[in-house]
């Protein structure tokens, strides 16, 4: 028994988690990119046998009619129904299909998430052009306890996490706009505890 306890009191470092990088690197340049819990709509024309709605599996994959197991995650709908075109294509025709998005997460390089003293911490889907004004009203604004002045931004940069001083008391209860800043899917806000 003491040598059990002892190896369970070991300590081991876990490798820190992998940095993956959002395919928008601009916010002039955001395609939505689909993601696991994603509700597809996808409608192939004159097929109405093989069209239908999907949720995107947990795994980025979804299994239609015909074909099964076709990664969907980190493409835009348009690639989506090109891909689905070209392999309904050994059985259809000249398949034409459209997909839409009727429900959506995205896939977590592509969220933006809330940590710490948020009113509702979470994981927020991007949108276009967000900023961290959006970003805030979206989880309710600062916490009680928090220490607005000290939180961080997180962002992969060129493959790397990079951290970035953000001004959120400045922002929210001093009304400085220019507090306001450019939010990136994939990006993590951080909002420490207020020290007293």
């Known amino acids: 028994m003491v040598g059990w306890i002892a190896a369970c009191s070991s300590t081991n470092t876990l490798p820190q988690a992998t940095a993956h990088q959002s395919l928008t690197t601009s916010i002039d340049d955001y395609d939505y990119l689909i993601g696991p819990g994603d509700n597809l709509t996808i409608f192939v024309w004159r ?3 093989v069209s239908g709605s999907f949720i995107v599996r947990p795994d980025g ?50 969220q933006v998430r809330v940590v710490g003293q ?49 001004y959120l008391d400045r922002l929210i209860k001093d ?13 993590i806000l951080i909002i420490p505890e207020a020290w007293f």
């Open 118 to 166: 948020a009113v509702s911490p979470s994981a927020v889907s991007y949108r276009e052009n967000m900023t961290l004004l959006d970003l805030m009203i979206a989880v309710g604004g600062l916490g009680e306890f928090a220490n607005g002045d000290g939180a961080k931004l997180i962002r992969v940069v060129n493959g790397e996490q990079r951290e970035y001083n953000v």
């Open 175 to 187: 009304g400085d706009i220019s507090a306001n800043v450019d939010i990136l899917p994939g990006d």
């Open 61 to 110: 994959k979804i299994t239609t009619s015909l074909v099964e197991d076709l990664a969907v995650s980190g493409k835009t709908p348009s690639q989506l129904a090109r891909d689905i075109e070209q392999a309904l294509g050994k059985y259809i025709r000249d398949p034409i299909v459209t997909v839409s998005v009727t429900q959506f997460s995205g896939p977590f390089s592509e």
């Open 47 to 49: 097929n109405p046998e």
